[in-house]
């Protein structure tokens, strides 16, 4: 069985569901948003991963529906979480450059977003940096009118894809993401530290937030607590959880 084929009535059947990751503010070690992250049980292939998938997904074009699903699995999650700590701040979402390819697109998250009551704001789209260097006239123009109705922008693996200096005073966004690939073995490892350091202290220079991913250490949350990285998210805080468990860590919050 091939996942290509898998895919098709996937949604249908229930097999696919989100888990949350939850994103911390370094200064207060308090939760303020949660990462949606997407998870496939299937009943012979068993468990196969986001990485192994999601490009399948974009290949057919069945991105388009899974991602509607995503969306409003997420939106309709974070009332619940929102209801258990009243100050959460958003509810970040990652989304394919194939998406944004969909003349639908911005209506149908619009009509989601309304329907559950959100304002746009609440909702951060995650962009892989990738993604944005391959993005064409349209993409960016679907990027701006999102942002402009109130959408946050953050962009995924920051420093991994083909970084153009150029690009980052240009995009319309709100925050950045250092790849783990820049976080792990620091304070050891000299060169990360020297990268993580810039991208941190350009990014704020340029008035975006800056989230840490990949924290897996206590030492690395005290450095990038020491060099003024906004925000992390990594194991060492939380794995990322199935809705009931990250229930559960709102509730033990209160
Ligand atoms: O959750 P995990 O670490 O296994 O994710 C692996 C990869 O899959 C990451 O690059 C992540 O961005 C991507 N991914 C996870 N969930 C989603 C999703 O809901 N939509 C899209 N487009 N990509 C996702
Ligand atoms: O590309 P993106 O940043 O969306 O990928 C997030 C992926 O990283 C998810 O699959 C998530 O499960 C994983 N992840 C989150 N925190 C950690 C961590 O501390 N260490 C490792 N190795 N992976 C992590
Ligand atoms: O749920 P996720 O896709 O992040 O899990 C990716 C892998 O990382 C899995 O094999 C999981 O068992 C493992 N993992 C989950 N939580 C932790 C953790 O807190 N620390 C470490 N080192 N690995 C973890
Ligand atoms: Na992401
Ligand atoms: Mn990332």
């Avoid at 200064?27 to 196969?48: C, M, Q």
């Avoid at 009551?117 to 064409?136: A, C, D, G």
């Avoid at 962009?155 to 690009?167: E, K, L, Q, R, V």
């Amino acid at each position: 069985l091939k996942i290509e084929q898998a895919l098709k009535g996937v949604l249908q059947r229930g097999e696919m569901f989100l888990c949350y990751q939850p994103q911390y503010l370094l200064e207060t070690k308090e939760v303020v948003s949660f990462e949606a992250l997407v998870r496939w049980e299937h009943p012979v292939l068993g468990f196969i991963r986001p990485d192994k998938f999601i490009s399948i997904a974009e290949d057919t074009g069945m991105i388009v529906e899974v991602g509607k699903f995503i969306f409003e699995t997420a939106c309709k999650d974070f009332i619940e979480f929102r209801k258990l700590k009243k100050n959460l701040k958003y509810m970040a979402i990652n989304i394919s450059s194939v998406q944004f390819k969909d003349k639908n697109f911005v209506s149908d998250i619009l009509e989601i977003v309304n329907r559950y009551n959100l304002q746009p704001n609440e909702i951060e789209l995650e962009v892989t940096e990738r993604y944005i260097m391959e993005f064409s006239k349209t993409n960016m123009q679907c990027m701006s009118k999102l942002r402009e109705l109130g959408f946050r922008f953050s962009i995924d693996d920051f420093g991994t894809g083909y970084s153009s200096m150029s690009y980052l005073t240009k995009l319309p966004i709100d925050v950045i993401k250092v790849d783990k690939a820049f976080i792990d073995n620091t304070p050891h490892d000299n060169g990360n530290v020297q990268i993580s350091k810039a991208i941190v202290a350009l990014s704020k220079s340029l008035g975006y937030s800056v989230i840490a991913e990949g924290i897996e250490y206590e030492e690395q949350e005290e450095y990038l607590k020491g060099i003024d990285c906004n925000m992390g998210q990594g194991y060492l805080f939380s794995k990322p959880l199935n809705f009931q468990e990250t229930k559960e860590l709102l509730i033990k919050y209160q």
